[in-house]
Every structure is written in structure tokens, then in C-alpha cells.
T-cell receptor, first 113, second 112 residues
Framework: DAKTTQPDSMESTEGETVHLPCSHA???????IYWYRQVPLQGPEYVTH???QNTTNSMAFLAIASDRKSSTLILTHVSLRDAAVYHC??????????????FGKGTLLTVTP | NAGVIQTPRHKVTGKGQEATLWCEPI?????VFWYRQTIVQGLEFLTY????????DSGMPKERFSAQMPNQSHSTLKIQSTQPQDSAVYLC??????????FGAGTRLSVL
């Protein structure tokens, strides 16, 4: 997985919208942007992924810059359950050892009532 | 869909004892992966099965660790003669072919 850069921590209040940034200046054309989140004593939870177009699902909206060198995970109406470490990683969807995921430190999102 | 199920959630063994960890992948997923996670080393790949066949065990310690997938509904990771350095959270993940990996809650192994 190629290198990504995320802020160490961010804070939010319940009900707010949070923008979690990730930069990936050396992303390759066949690399997808994946987001996972993890809370203590639980395995990583898949959030979303995208290649070029913005994507949305029940958990989050993923905004991808037109040059693909950065992306932003947008969480709307955050709750205490959204407090976690959010990991942004790059991986291809086929070939090589794309299943050998590695996580960096990620962004610790703190949500206060 | 119950997701990936791992049992037990927490296992405590004495040094030198054997530990067997169980994983039930998401129904219909053809790929099963084992990882372990520690604060120091982070997330480490151990081994990968596709359609029950071992594909890549390059992350497995050569001694004492073994993994099997006897049928499509479960996989086991066995650690013989456990050592304190084996203490970690062992994660199982499954995917449809090699697409998005979905992880279980993990088994926390504590070797005393």
C-alpha cells in the first residue's frame, strides 16, 4: 500500500459534520482509496472506498480530488459511536499482494456529547 | 449477515500451551485472511486462503504457527507452545475474491 498522510487527531461534537482529510500525492492510476475505522478491542471496520468519483453509502461520503492526490471522508451528524481511529489506505483491487493491508497511525476522531 | 465471526474473543494461555483460534467467514466469501495486531508492530499479515486452498503463508512464523481451512465455513489458526511474544489480537478477514476485506472482532490472545 502506498503512503498516505492523515492528521493525528480531530475533534467533533455530536450532530456535527466532520471532514477527515487524507493526502496521497503518489497514488497510482489503479489504486483505490480505502477507509477503515477501528475502535479499541474491535477489528477494523470497512467504511468506504473509491477510485475517482465521489462515493456515498450509509456510513460516509468520500470526496476525491480531481487529481486524486487527496481525499476527504465526510461524516454527517456524527454520534459517539463514530469515535474511532480512521485509516486511509491505498490498494489495488486485484493482483500482487493487494490483500496485505498495512495501516498507519490514522486519525483519532474524538466526539464529545 | 452476521459478519466475520471469531471465537473466542479472549483466550488466556500459559507459556508452552497450545492455542486454537476459530474464524467463520462471511457466507459466500471465497477468500479468508489471518492478521495479527499489536501496538508495537501494528497490523501484520499472516496467511491467506482462497476457496479453502492456502495461497500465501509468507507472514506466518515458520515454527509453531499453522492455519487450516477444512471447509468453506471455517478456518483455524493454531499456535503450539505459545510464548509471551505471541500475545496479540488475531484478526480474521474475508472477502469476495480479493476485493474489500471485512474483518472480525478479533481474538485477544494473552500468554502468561
Amino acid at each position: 500500500d502506498a503512503k498516505t498522510t492523515q492528521p493525528d487527531s480531530m475533534e467533533s461534537t455530536e450532530g456535527e459534520t466532520v471532514h477527515l482529510p487524507c493526502s496521497h500525492a503518489t497514488i497510482s492510476g489503479n489504486e483505490y482509496i480505502y477507509w477503515y475505522r477501528q475502535v479499541p478491542l474491535q477489528g477494523p471496520e470497512y467504511v468506504t472506498h473509491g477510485l475517482q468519483q465521489n462515493t456515498t453509502n450509509s456510513m460516509a461520503f468520500l470526496a476525491i480530488a480531481s487529481d486524486r492526490k487527496s481525499s476527504t471522508l465526510i461524516l454527517t451528524h456524527v454520534s459517539l459511536r463514530d469515535a474511532a481511529v480512521y485509516h486511509c489506505i491505498l490498494r489495488t483491487n486485484s493482483g500482487g499482494s493487494n490483500y496485505k493491508l498495512t495501516f498507519g497511525k490514522g486519525t483519532l476522531l474524538t466526539v464529545t456529547p | 449477515n452476521a459478519g466475520v465471526i471469531q471465537t473466542p474473543r479472549h483466550k488466556v494461555t500459559g507459556k508452552g500451551q497450545e492455542a486454537t483460534l476459530w474464524c467463520e467467514p462471511i457466507s459466500g466469501h471465497s477468500a479468508v485472511f489471518w492478521y495479527r495486531q499489536t501496538i508495537v508492530q501494528g497490523l501484520e499479515f499472516l496467511t491467506y486462503f482462497r476457496n479453502q486452498a492456502p495461497i500465501d503463508d509468507s507472514g506466518m512464523p515458520k515454527e509453531r504457527f499453522s492455519a487450516q481451512m477444512p471447509n468453506q465455513s471455517h478456518s483455524t489458526l493454531k499456535i503450539q507452545s505459545t510464548q509471551p511474544q505471541d500475545s496479540a489480537v488475531y484478526l480474521c478477514a474475508s472477502s469476495l475474491e480479493e476485493n474489500t476485506l471485512y474483518f472480525g472482532a478479533g481474538t485477544r490472545l494473552s500468554v502468561l
